[in-house]
């Protein structure tokens, strides 16, 4: 790790500073996007149920009484451990949407509005609000009501049956591209939002389907398929009309080359020693690579084999050849790339660091301006801030009536223990 070479922008002059966000996410899509807004200034607060708080929070390893996985979508965040079950509960949280911009939540489509919560009810009270709501399938469809997870979201939108080994099995990808897109797509979508409300003083509802966010990403797929009638199919680590593109074997490991276009083509076999595939009739064009995929791959492996990936990797920086090796999170932490850019920073808890600013911005430095919150470890200070208590004796009563826990000790992380006979949707 290296130091900063600049400080961080205070968060009152980062460019969300007085948006407050009231934030009834868990797991990892809806935290992720309002992460994504507390980095740039926003204030989130993160209202989680006493005792329990995000499901995430349970996940291990944990280090200083945090889950790496609650720490790596929740930090700048306040948390607020508050039963909304009960009828005080309820009505503060009522009270802090009152004075929010933007409320989200990741609810399934109809609990809200059970609750007395949708965008019917909280829309017509506050016509400045910005409703986001992420769900699996929208709130508005045939398989609405229907729990999805990542793999589940992964299977259904197409995204599974493109990846692996051609002739393997459909394979999960590695991330969690079903939480992790979809929530950026919120985070863009509640932008738009505060942007629209500026243009016409009107807040809106915002539904952001999982599936939807995936199916959108199939992008070039859906044209090729209906310009060829051919279902586009899992061709492992090479791309399925871009050849030579793809993951080749070295002597030492794994190198990516991606060779897509005539010039970078002849640079390729110019730097492997072939000049003699220039004039292959089988080779002489993308489209004419692709149908002889196979034994392209084939001696392109045969080739790449002779040497180490680094002797590789600086034969074809001479050359102009688009390549890069295949590294794993070991590789990353320290990689020269990754200091340089500042791509990881301190958690704030233990000894984590998170990945932060993948984006730089000429005007502002974001960053980790809070580490995750433990639950509940805000509940005082934001009730007594937004006029709801005023004192621990107020506080105190509230934690008798079950309404939150007691808010000078905020609660443990614990590992999640299944409940007997009942299961996580």
């Known amino acids: ?34 992460m994504i807004l507390a980095d740039l200034g926003a204030t989130v607060i993160k209202v989680e149920a006493p005792g329990r708080g995000d499901t995430a929070r349970g996940t ?68 400045g609000l910005v409703y986001c709501a992420i769900s699996g399938f929208g709130q508005d469809s045939p398989l609405r009501d229907r729990p999805a997870f990542d793999g589940v979201i992964q ?30 797509y919120a985070a863009m979508s509640i932008v738009v939002g505060l942007r629209e409300k500026e243009r016409r003083g009107k807040g809106q509802f915002i539904d952001v389907s999982n ?24 061709t492992g680590g090479a791309h399925p009309t871009v050849v030579p593109m793809g993951g080749f074997p070295t002597a030492d490991g794994h190198l990516v080359v991606a060779a897509f276009n005539q010039g970078f083509w002849r640079n390729l076999c110019k730097a492997l020693g072939r000049n003699d595939w220039l004039d292959d009739p089988r080779y002489a064009t993308l489209t004419l690579r692709a149908k002889h995929s196979e034994t392209l791959f084939e001696a392109l492996c045969e080739a790449m084999r002779q040497k ?11 050359n102009d050849v688009p390549c890069g090796p295949v590294l794993n999170v070991a590789d990353l932490i320290d990689h020269p790339q990754v200091r340089h850019r500042e791509l ?82």
């Open 1 to 34: 790790m290296t130091a900063k070479t600049a400080a961080l922008t205070p968060p009152d002059q980062l460019p969300l500073a007085g948006i407050t966000i009231v934030d009834l996410t868990h797991v990892i899509a809806g935290p992720f996007a309002s």
């Open 60 to 127: 291990p390893p944990h280090d200083d009484g945090i889950s790496h996985f609650f720490a790596a979508v929740n930090r700048n965040k306040h948390s607020v451990a508050l039963n909304i079950k009960t009828v005080r509960g309820k009505k503060m949280l009522e009270q802090l949407i009152a004075q929010a911009d933007v409320l989200i939540h990741n609810f399934r489509p109809g609990v809200m509005e059970k609750l007395g919560l949708g965008f019917d009810v909280l829309g017509e009270r506050h016509p």
């Open 155 to 184: 299977a259904m939108s197409g995204l599974m049956s493109l990846t692996g080994e051609a002739n393997g099995p459909p394979v999960r990808a590695g991330l969690s591209v079903g939480d992790f897109i979809p929530g950026l």
């Open 211 to 234: 599936f939807d966010c995936l199916f959108n990403i199939l992008g070039y797929y859906v044209p090729y398929y209906e310009l060829t009638g051919k279902v586009p199919r899992r």
């Open 308 to 318: 180490t990936t680094a002797e590789w990797e600086e034969i074809f920086k001479v």
């Open 344 to 425: 990881l920073d301190h958690s704030g808890r233990g000894k984590m660091h998170v990945p932060v600013r993948p984006v730089k911005y000429g005007s502002f430095r974001d960053g980790v301006q809070r580490p995750p919150p433990r639950l509940g470890e805000d509940t005082g200070a934001i009730l007594e801030r937004y006029g709801f208590v005023s004192g621990d004796a107020e506080l105190e009563q509230l934690a008798v009536e079950g309404v939150l826990e007691d808010p000078r000790f905020p609660q443990p992380e614990h590992e999640e223990k299944a409940k007997p006979g009942k299961t996580r949707t």
